[in-house]
């Protein structure tokens, strides 16, 4: 039995805050944001709207657009880092309960921007063991609930939404998710974190008040091994499997900075209508950017079935990695 990725959707929150508006919260240019990051604007969930909410949402469209009733999923894995709740229940049962399925296996993945691409290889690892048939993979993210509005360092990076997809058993290898590697090195865990509220740092009011429930990134280290792991990682996966750059129709990398997308595409030689660039107008959305740029080329035609995707990611753990497969699912035109 194979595994295969059947259909993909997304929810993506009304409002938007602009360059422009930042440029009234905090010391920065529309121009400085746009040259070091590529991002014009993204959205930014409402008050009363949580990662579960639009996990839900995102859920939805994508087990309709498979073919297949709630009752059919036998697995929900959320890969998030703005959980609903910190420890527990998980937001993937949550979005269970939201979507009205019970005895059902749930769990949550945290690897950070990594998330969508480990739950992928984990939904491709129970079906091809037999456990599952269908499993629906959410990445979903309310970072604006995690986010230090006052630190223009970070502020201006983040965006909430949430993608899903149903990962099904196949008997047809053409269909079959290709490859996935999946990795992580927690000496620089320090580069990306939140250091307050878990249990080195128990919530307090000193805690609360540095804001250490909020991210705190290096970035131009994180930028750095970003563009190397990524890099690296493609050509590995690439490689191990005998294909060239050029032999890929969508890449789709994590969206966290146009720079690092472009240093990335133009190492492995690639053209500008390979690579998916969704940064500009969503932000960095962690676990939700690859689904939702995957998404965003399904919903506008680009994506059809049998097209070879590659995927690429890079975040907090720090956490990276890659996966070829092909779009196995309905086209949407
Ligand atoms: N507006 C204006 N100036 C700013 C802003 C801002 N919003 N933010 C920082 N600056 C200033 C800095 O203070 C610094 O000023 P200084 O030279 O006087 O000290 C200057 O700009 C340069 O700062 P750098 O941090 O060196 O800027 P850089 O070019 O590296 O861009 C960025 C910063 C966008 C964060 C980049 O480093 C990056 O994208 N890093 C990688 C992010 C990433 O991939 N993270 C992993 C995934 S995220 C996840 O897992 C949740």
């Given amino acids: 039995m194979y595994a295969a990725l059947k259909s993909i959707g997304a929810y993506i929150p009304e409002k938007v805050l602009t360059n422009k508006d930042f440029e009234t919260m905090v010391d920065t240019t529309d121009e400085w944001i746009v040259k070091r990051t590529g991002i014009k604007e993204r959205h930014i969930a409402a008050k009363d709207e949580l990662t579960s909410d639009m996990g839900v949402e995102a859920a939805k469209i994508a087990i309709q657009r498979a073919g297949l009733k709630i009752n059919d999923i036998d697995m929900i894995v959320c890969a998030t880092i703005s959980p609903d709740y910190l420890c527990m229940p998980s937001t993937a049962c949550v979005i269970a309960s939201k979507l009205g399925r019970t005895n059902v296996t749930a769990f949550d993945i945290s690897a950070a921007c990594t998330g969508f691409i480990y739950a992928l290889a984990v939904a491709k690892a129970f079906i091809e ?24 360092t970070t502020c201006v990076l983040f965006g909430d939404g949430a993608g899903a997809a149903v990962v099904s058993a196949t008997k047809k290898r053409s269909e079959a998710i290709t490859d996935i590697h999946i990795s992580a090195d927690g000496n620089y865990g320090d580069l990306l974190m939140t250091p307050g509220c878990g249990v080195k740092h128990p919530c307090s009011e000193n805690i609360v008040e540095e804001k250490l429930c909020t991210m705190k990134m290096k970035g131009n280290e994180t930028f750095k091994i970003a563009v190397r792991t990524l890099t690296s990682d493609v050509v590995n996966i690439l490689n191990d499997n005998g294909l060239d750059a050029q032999e890929i129709k969508h890449f789709i990398p994590h969206q966290a900075n146009y720079r690092i997308i472009k240093a990335v595409g133009d190492a492995l030689k690639m053209s500008s209508d390979q690579v998916v660039l969704t940064v500009h107008k969503y932000g960095n959305t962690s676990s939700a950017s690859i689904p939702m740029a995957m998404n965003d080329i399904w919903e506008n035609g680009r994506l059809q079935q049998g097209d070879t995707m590659l995927l690429d990611a890079f975040g907090g753990g720090l956490t990276w990695g890659s996966a070829l497969l092909p779009f196995a699912g309905k086209p949407a035109k």
């Fill in 129 to 152: 063991s037999g456990m599952k048939k269908n499993v629906l993979i959410v990445g979903a993210e309310k970072l604006s609930a995690i986010v230090d509005y006052d630190d223009r």
